[in-house]
C-alpha cells in the first residue's frame, strides 16, 4: 500500500512556471507507475502525465506535452511535475495517483489504486 501527498501547488501568472511533487510512503514506491491528473471546477478530472516504475517511460496528454515534465526519484520516493507555460486553462486540483504496474501509459482514473488529496494550481491571465 502507498499513500502519496501532493505539494507545490499555488497562484502564477500566465507563462510562468510552477513544480508539483507528490511524496509517496512505502518502502516499494519504486513498483508503482505514477500518473498526475488534474480537475478543474465542473470538470471531470483528466489525465496529465504518467510515469513508469524506474522513469525510463513517460506518456502525455496532447495539452502537456512540450510543457510539463513528469520525472521520479525512487531514492526519495516522490515523482515531480514540472509544468511551464502554464496557461489560464491549466487552473485545477492536480492529484497524483499510482498503481501497482512497472509499465506507464496508464491514463484513466480507473487504473489507479491510490490517489493524493490534491494541490491547487491557479493561473492567472
Known amino acids: 500500500q502507498v499513500q502519496l501527498v501532493e505539494s507545490g501547488g499555488g497562484l502564477v501568472q500566465a507563462g510562468g512556471s510552477l513544480r508539483l511533487s507528490c511524496a509517496a510512503s512505502g518502502r516499494t514506491f519504486s513498483a508503482y507507475a505514477v500518473g498526475w491528473f488534474r480537475q478543474a471546477p465542473g470538470k471531470e478530472r483528466e489525465f496529465v502525465a504518467s510515469i513508469n516504475w524506474n522513469g525510463d517511460s513517460t506518456y502525455y496528454s496532447d495539452s502537456a506535452k512540450g510543457r510539463f515534465t513528469i520525472s521520479r526519484d525512487n531514492a526519495k520516493n516522490t515523482v515531480s511535475l514540472q509544468m511551464n507555460t502554464l496557461k489560464p486553462e491549466d487552473t485545477a486540483v492536480y492529484y497524483c495517483?499510482?498503481?501497482?504496474?512497472?509499465?506507464?501509459?496508464?491514463?484513466?482514473?480507473?487504473?489507479?489504486?491510490?490517489w493524493g488529496q490534491g494541490t491547487q494550481v491557479t493561473v492567472s491571465s
Open positions: 495517483a499510482a498503481r501497482l504496474s512497472r509499465n506507464s501509459g496508464w491514463v484513466n482514473i480507473k487504473d489507479y489504486d491510490y
